[in-house]
């Protein structure tokens, strides 16, 4: 994307949701929006659905933990192939309990990537039709990408699991 369309976009976001949204455009002229967690269907329906901004696939949906701020962050990486730009959606969850509205009802391919990020990091897609374990066995306990994650918190002493 060209850091002008960008910018324009990016005032668009601003003009709609006002400070709740912060926003920025990186060197290669993607913008990035970071987004409360509750705006986060909205912003996803508008950027989808609004030819101002069509991204009409959702290419990535991905985590980070940041246990030193308290936070998991999800990032939604959004495409329009047509035009060959991307534009990312990012929301911080409180890592004690992290959930966020799921992205299924705007883009069926989130089914399985929530469900991915559900398995790995343990957010919670509010209103996912399935969300269940997808890496993982169902009596697996944790969630193996958090940084705090324990390995050997799945075995007791023997090497039995628990």
Do not use: C
């Not at 509750?38 to 991204?55: G, H, I, K």
């Not at 990091?121 to 969300?131: K, Q, S, Y």
């Amino acid at each position: 994307m060209k850091t002008q369309d960008a910018e324009k976009k990016a005032a668009a976001l601003a003009e709609r949701f006002g400070a709740e949204i912060t926003t920025a455009i990186t060197s290669e002229g993607v913008l990035e929006a970071t987004v409360p967690p509750a705006q986060v269907p909205e912003v996803l329906s508008l950027v989808r659905q609004d030819p101002a901004f069509d991204y009409h696939q959702l290419h990535d949906l991905t985590a980070v933990d940041y246990p030193k701020d308290n936070q998991i962050m999800v990032l939604y990486r959004l495409m329009n192939l047509d035009r060959g730009d991307m534009m990312v959606v990012k929301t911080r969850l409180d890592r004690a309990k992290p959930q966020v509205a799921s992205a299924t009802p705007i883009w069926p391919a989130a089914n399985w990537l929530e469900r991915e990020v559900y398995d790995l990091f343990g957010v919670v897609f509010v209103g996912h039709p399935n969300l269940t374990r997808i890496l993982m066995w169902d009596e697996f306990q944790g969630h193996p990408l958090r940084k705090d994650f324990d390995q050997y918190d799945q075995f007791a002493p023997g090497g039995e699991p628990r």
